[in-house]
């Protein structure tokens, strides 16, 4: 029997060129491994290439507030399947868009449907949304 206290960290793939798991973490979980510099420019230049202007506020819609998006006009609507490496919400009634246009006058992109640690996501991974608007 071996007093030893070192460990052997087990990896495996949880997806074709998607996060690692290392062992005690959920094999669905996307850490902060995944999000990488060059993914996220990745998510960057992607929704640059659609929507070249910033928006001046961004609106994050769960649960309730995904009609909020309903009234903003000169709409661009990018659903998140379409953006490479960009999360996806699992929650029922979440949408799943991002929202480019104009409400109240003012340029704004809206968020319809937003991510959460229990569907398996870091937290950096639930608040990364904040950092790109």
Not at 33 to 55: G, L
Request: charged share 10%.
């Amino acid at each position: 029997m071996s007093n030893s206290t070192k460990s052997t960290i087990e990896s495996a793939p949880v997806a074709e060129n998607g996060p690692w798991a290392s062992f005690g973490e959920h094999p669905n979980a996307v850490t902060n491994r995944f999000y990488t510099y060059e993914r996220v420019q990745e998510i960057v230049a992607f929704i640059q290439n659609i929507v070249p202007t910033k928006p001046e506020v961004a609106i994050i819609c769960g649960s309730g507030l995904g009609g909020l998006a309903e009234l903003v006009t000169n709409k661009t609507v990018i659903p998140y399947a379409n953006i490479p490496h960009f999360p996806r919400s699992t929650v029922v009634g979440h949408r799943s868009n991002l929202i480019f246009g104009i409400l109240n006058g003012v340029s704004v992109v809206c968020m319809q449907g937003r991510f959460h640690p229990y569907e398996g996501y870091s937290t950096a991974a639930v608040i990364m949304f904040s950092f790109f608007a």
